[in-house]
């Protein structure tokens, strides 16, 4: 995933609006400040935050050690005298030979651990295999018979459970948010890979997409038309980005966001003779929070 660059008149609120841009929350991504505001006279501020950030890379797991056990084991044995005696105990402990008692206390042995091997990255048809298998034992368990399909798509890896599942989606999509959640963790276990997977059901997220664009479409009118600032309702991180996404390119209108999670959400801003910043896109927290 590559970095985008933000900026705001603090740290805070440049991260929060690069959260909007990604569509992710702050524990799926990563920062670097690259300039801090510096303090002016009279308690003033100089300048604005500028960071860069980007969507964490998934990064395959190591694999435990699993012979820990066994070499406590060992020693328990050679310290005890039982089960044997103790040239046995420490042959096995450090390798002696199993002839004549040993000299050397298990306990002096040093252990000799492995360094576990990096486990290699799976390529994009097994993250497929497995993503298309997890869902398809999902929906078994829930009772459900319907298709599950998968296509890559540049870096990212998108699969469609097909038919409409109010089950499955739950209010406002977020059971199929943790669906998707789910998906990723069974995915990373069973191929690691830093392909993303994104998640749909029935084509739900295009419907919504489409719906949350008229719903923007129709508050921007409305900012124009009356000249007040229109704030949405609460959303997630990845409607807001629709939201700010669908109202960049509209004439007279701006958009930032306000609030903290979970409550955090959209307001339409009308433009007020260049007081803007006119980037067309979260326009943004540094703006009119006077």
Same mark, same amino acid.
């Given at each position: 995933?590559?970095?985008?660059?933000?900026? #705001?008149?603090?740290?805070?609120?440049?991260? @929060?609006?690069?959260?909007?841009?990604?569509?992710?929350?702050?524990?799926?991504?990563?920062?670097?400040?690259?300039?801090?505001?510096?303090?002016?006279?009279?308690?003033?501020? !100089?300048?604005?935050? !500028?960071?860069?950030?980007?969507?964490? %890379?998934?990064?395959?797991?190591? !694999? &435990?050690?699993?012979?820990?056990?066994?070499?406590?084991?060992?020693?328990?044995?050679?310290?005890?005298?039982?089960?044997?005696?103790?040239? #046995?105990?420490?042959?096995?402990?450090?390798?002696?030979? /199993?002839? +004549?008692?040993?000299?050397?206390?298990?306990?002096?042995?040093?252990?000799?651990?492995?360094? %576990?091997?990096?486990?290699?990255?799976?390529?994009?048809?097994?993250?497929?295999?497995?993503?298309?298998?997890?869902?398809?034992?999902?929906?078994?368990?829930?009772?459900?018979?319907?298709?599950?399909?998968?296509?890559?798509?540049?870096? &990212?890896?998108?699969?469609?459970?097909? +038919?409409?599942?109010?089950?499955?989606?739950? %209010?406002?999509?977020?059971? $199929?948010? #943790?669906?998707?959640? $789910?998906?990723?963790?069974?995915?990373?276990?069973? &191929?690691?890979?830093?392909?993303? =997977?994104?998640?749909?059901?029935?084509?739900?997220?295009? /419907?919504?997409? /489409?719906?949350?664009?008229?719903?923007?479409?129709? &508050?921007?009118?409305?900012?124009?038309?009356?000249?007040?600032?229109?704030?949405?309702?609460?959303?997630?991180?990845?409607?807001?980005? =629709?939201?700010?996404?669908?109202? +960049?390119?509209?004439?007279?209108?701006?958009?930032?966001?306000?609030?903290?999670?979970? !409550?955090?959400?959209?307001?339409?801003?009308?433009?007020?003779?260049? @007081? /803007? @910043?006119?980037?067309?896109?979260?326009? @943004?927290?540094?703006?009119?929070?006077?």
């Amino acid at each position: 995933m590559e970095w985008i660059e933000t900026t #705001a008149k603090s740290v805070q609120e440049a991260k @929060d609006l690069a959260l909007d841009k990604l569509g992710v929350d702050e524990a799926e991504a990563e920062f670097d400040v690259l300039e801090e505001p510096k303090a002016g006279l009279f308690g003033r501020v !100089r300048g604005q935050a !500028r960071i860069r950030a980007r969507v964490v %890379p998934k990064s395959p797991r190591a !694999r &435990a050690e699993r012979n820990d056990r066994r070499r406590t084991k060992g020693r328990k044995q050679g310290e005890s005298g039982e089960g044997g005696d103790s040239s #046995a105990s420490a042959a096995d402990v450090g390798d002696e030979p /199993a002839s +004549g008692p040993s000299t050397k206390s298990p306990a002096a042995v040093p252990s000799r651990k492995r360094t %576990p091997k990096p486990t290699e990255e799976s390529t994009v048809e097994q993250v497929q295999a497995s993503v298309e298998g997890f869902l398809r034992g999902l929906t078994s368990a829930f009772g459900i018979e319907t298709t599950v399909s998968s296509e890559i798509n540049d870096d &990212a890896l998108d699969a469609q459970i097909e +038919g409409k599942h109010g089950l499955l989606l739950g %209010p406002k999509g977020r059971t $199929l948010e #943790a669906i998707q959640e $789910l998906t990723r963790v069974s995915a990373q276990r069973g &191929a690691p890979s830093s392909t993303r =997977i994104r998640v749909d059901i029935g084509g739900y997220r295009e /419907a919504r997409r /489409a719906a949350l664009a008229a719903f923007a479409a129709a &508050a921007a009118q409305r900012a124009i038309d009356e000249g007040v600032e229109i704030v949405l309702e609460p959303m997630n991180a990845a409607d807001r980005k =629709i939201v700010h996404d669908s109202l +960049g390119d509209t004439e007279g209108v701006t958009t930032r966001s306000a609030g903290n999670e979970p !409550r955090r959400r959209v307001v339409v801003v009308p433009d007020r003779g260049g @007081d /803007a @910043d006119g980037d067309g896109h979260d326009g @943004d927290d540094d703006q009119n929070d006077d």
